[in-house]
């Protein structure tokens, strides 16, 4: 049985991505600040990304970590660097330290690519992101690539589903944002979260980044719509059509098939 670490369990994507491990017969541990209700069979584990010296514990006796753990709701742009980077910079070490035979699989963004890509962005692509969160994002991909660990790097787009809220808020991002409603982004649904994480901890995607998409991009509009919401359409011409457009062809060659091919089918199961 693989015994894996992962940070972020509480977060949207953690939250919904544990008990799906737990299922697939991983014995996990979750790196927490405090008490919280986890699924059972999950091991709490106390420990700060921000306090090295909390993490050699967590990391002992491991064969994986999965590090979901990062900021990027907030304006504060140095706490967003500490997290993001010097947070994964904490971890890699301590692995390198107490557990170096360890798979290390960090989930990255699809923020990282630019806006101005003239087709849906591949792994390969060059990338210079100038907000936070994705710049500290790439720096921290950049770090652990250097590490000397077995790593795997999964960009992931929007992420929706299992009723996490993210979907709904698409109206209201469309309106702070700016955002087109027929710009169309590469989505992925929970289930297909944990299939590409169970797929990087077979060593499928080891010294690799891959991005993780579904088969259909969607349209603001149309989330807006799934959301049960309502923006305002518009006739204007489309800047920069491919930001936010994802490649996911390498995924695809190394076994991954969406469980859930497009946010159409996920709403005729009733799995928004």
């Known amino acids: 049985m693989t015994t894996l670490l992962l940070t972020g369990a509480t977060g949207l994507v953690g939250s919904r991505l544990l008990p799906r491990l737990v299922d697939a017969g991983f014995e996990c541990r979750a790196l927490v600040r405090r008490d919280i209700a986890l699924p059972g069979g999950v091991s709490a584990v106390r420990g700060d990304l921000d306090d ?8 002992e006796g491991i064969d994986a970590v999965v590090h979901l753990a990062a900021l990027f709701r907030t304006g504060d742009e140095d706490a967003i660097w500490r997290a993001n980077l010097d947070g994964t910079r904490h971890l890699v070490e301590a692995v390198a330290a107490h557990a170096p035979a360890a798979r290390f699989i960090m989930a990255s963004t699809g923020n990282v690519y630019d806006a101005t890509a003239e087709r849906p962005s591949r792994e390969s692509d060059s990338c210079s992101p100038t ?11 950049d770090l652990l690539r250097e590490c000397g660990l077995t790593w ?10 299992d ?6 808020s698409m109206p209201a991002l469309a309106a702070r944002f700016g955002l087109h409603p027929a710009h ?3 989505v992925a649904h929970h289930r297909d979260v944990a299939a590409i994480v169970r797929l990087a901890l077979s060593g499928a995607a080891d010294r690799r980044i891959v991005n993780l998409t579904d088969d259909a991009p969607v349209t603001v509009w149309e989330m807006a719509e799934l959301a049960g919401g309502s923006i305002e359409g518009s006739a204007a011409p489309l800047e920069n059509p491919w930001a936010g457009r994802m490649d996911g062809s390498l995924a695809r060659e190394l076994g991954f098939r969406p469980g859930v091919p497009t946010i159409r089918m996920a709403a005729a199961e009733g799995i928004l």
């Open 131 to 141: 907000a936070a969160y994705p710049a500290s994002k790439l720096a921290a991909e």
């Open 184 to 186: 169309a982004y590469s």
């Open 163 to 168: 009723g996490d809220g993210h979907l709904a």
């Open 52 to 59: 090295p010296a909390t993490l050699a514990s967590a990391v």
């Open 152 to 161: 795997s790097i999964l960009r992931l787009p929007f992420v929706y589903g």
